[in-house]
């Protein structure tokens, strides 16, 4: 795991920040109950308005890191995922997928080809005069097949990305948009190529929110090989 990256990510650090805001409340709370004890009205009546306020914060804080789950910064262009693949049988894959923090995930796909598609959160004025990046999450993996006809009637393989517990800042977004007035969602164009067997491919996510994928050299002269 690379710790770095993690701690780079929009959740961890509101998290983190929640947990600040938490010993922040648990410290108004002790400072509370002594002037209670020590009988001073105004200095508690105070006290108590700041420890509703902690713990307000506290809980948007916490309730914001678990919505942005999965997501992460975007810059002008991003690696988001690199995949390796090995041929188990005619149109039946095992894919190891390395995401930018260390972590992997191994996935069998039927079909010719592999497709990736992500999530872009842009926000609107005036969060985007603020200065806030672009969130992006990874939503899916799937199988193409390269006949119409495979694609009907064949095996259909999707890898879910989204994180357990469908609570989640786009799904809050569709059903309370008042909420979170300030998101502007934007699909990032899916993206597919041609599965080889030994093939490496490194998948980038641009600004606009256009997905790119590259194969290596090897893949590439792999592609291009005659049936």
Do not use: C
Request: charged share 20%; hydrophobic share 50%.
């Amino acid at each position: 795991m690379d710790w770095t990256a993690l701690l780079r990510l929009p959740s961890t650090i509101l998290l983190i920040l929640a947990v600040v805001a938490l010993m922040f409340t648990l410290f108004q709370l002790v400072a509370l109950r002594q002037r209670l004890d020590d009988r001073q009205r105004l200095a508690a009546v105070g006290r108590a308005v700041l420890l509703i306020a902690g713990f307000a914060i506290t809980l948007l804080l916490a309730g914001m890191g678990v919505a942005l789950r999965g997501y992460r910064l975007l810059s002008e262009e991003t690696p988001v995922v690199e995949i390796d693949a090995r041929i188990l049988s005619p149109q039946r894959w095992s894919l190891v997928l390395h995401w930018p923090d260390g972590a992997t995930r191994r996935v069998e796909v039927a079909g010719d080809a592999w497709r990736v598609e992500a999530v872009v959160l842009k926000w609107k004025l005036p969060a985007m005069l603020a200065g806030l990046p672009p969130l992006y999450r990874l939503d899916r993996l799937s199988g193409r097949y390269d006949d119409p006809n495979d694609e009907m009637h064949g095996a259909r393989t999707v890898i879910d990305f989204r994180e357990a517990g469908g609570f989640d800042l786009l799904d809050l977004h569709k059903q309370y948009p008042r909420w979170v007035p300030d998101v502007d969602v934007l699909f990032g164009s899916g993206v597919f190529l041609p599965l080889v067997d030994q093939g490496h491919y490194t998948v980038s996510l641009m600004r606009t929110g256009a997905l790119v994928a590259r194969p290596d050299e090897a893949t590439v002269q792999r592609i291009a090989q005659p049936f």
